[in-house]
């Protein structure tokens, strides 16, 4: 009698061992990957404290041990719209032109940006004086408090220049135009600084006379535009001048050194020296 064959059952969880080996290739790939990867302990520090001082500006203590100096982060930290910043003081500036509608000329003063930072107000001659003269008009000490008050915010140096026509001017007290447009740029100089406060290391008087021209001289509104004093707020302070009080009184102490003190010394014949006698 014929045995009958034990059917063989198919096994249907094969698939768990080409699973298992998938699952263990990348567990190795990752233990790999990590054990190859650096962690930078600084950035990672540095991160962690400007999260922690970003939700509590108050506790966290400051991410770099490096000390702070204000004057290097001064820049950063001043906001364009910061009391004493440039865009505030050419804005309060501008405010008081507008303000002052008691003096007709104020809307001929200009404020001009530079490229390099300066600041250039042009006022015009018959804002600040009368024709020929260099007193500042009564009705120009309202402008010129409120131009100190920024200069003093805005803390620059400042220069100060006097421009006139072409049309030559002969007085006693005002010879050339030269004299004319140093005196006015003084007088601006002298109110700003003794009126109102601004320091006076901080100002320079220029008289240019009617070198710089901003248009022709050809009638007498072209004549006008050039007769103005333009307030220069300069972007970078002037360099200082070198202290040779002392080195030229050295060089001057070693010239004098084996000069002869008289004519008698220079000059050996007039003192009667190594001169011979007439028998």
């Known amino acids: 009698m014929a045995k009958h064959k034990h059917e063989e059952h198919e096994n249907h969880e094969r698939w768990l061992v080409s699973y298992a080996d998938f699952i263990t290739l990348l567990f190795a790939f990752f233990v790999v990957m990590y054990s190859i990867s650096s962690v930078n302990v600084g950035k990672y520090r540095t991160v962690s404290e400007s999260i922690k001082a970003a939700l509590n500006p108050v506790v966290s203590p400051p991410a770099s041990p490096a000390a702070f100096t ?22 309060k500036l501008r405010n008081l032109v507008k303000s002052i509608t008691a003096v007709p000329q104020m809307s001929a003063v200009r404020i001009i940006e530079q490229i390099n930072g300066d600041i250039v107000i042009t006022i015009p001659d018959q804002l600040l004086f009368n024709s020929g003269e260099a007193a500042v008009r009564t009705e120009a000490l309202p402008f010129l408090e409120g131009l100190s008050g920024a200069l003093v915010e805005l803390n620059r140096h400042t220069k100060v220049e006097g421009h006139t026509d072409n049309v030559p001017i002969r007085t006693a007290q005002f010879p050339s135009n030269w004299e004319l447009s140093a005196a006015r740029a003084v007088m601006v100089v002298r109110v700003l ?17 009617d070198t710089r ?3 022709a ?44 003190a008289s004519d008698s010394e220079l000059v050996p014949e007039l003192s009667g020296m190594n001169r011979s006698r007439t028998p």
């Open 70 to 91: 204000l004057s290097t982060n001064k820049s950063a930290l001043t906001a364009p719209d910061a009391p004493g910043s440039k865009e505030v003081v050419v804005r």
């Open 213 to 215: 021209p901003v248009t």
């Open 193 to 209: 600084s003794e009126l109102y406060g601004v320091p006076a290391d901080h100002l320079a008087a220029v008289g240019h006379a």
């Open 217 to 260: 001289n050809l009638d007498l509104e072209q004549r006008a535009k050039n007769r103005r004093v333009e307030v220069v707020i300069l972007e970078q302070a002037p360099p200082a001048p070198l202290l040779q009080a002392e080195n030229e009184a050295d060089a001057s102490d070693q010239s004098t050194e084996g000069v002869p």
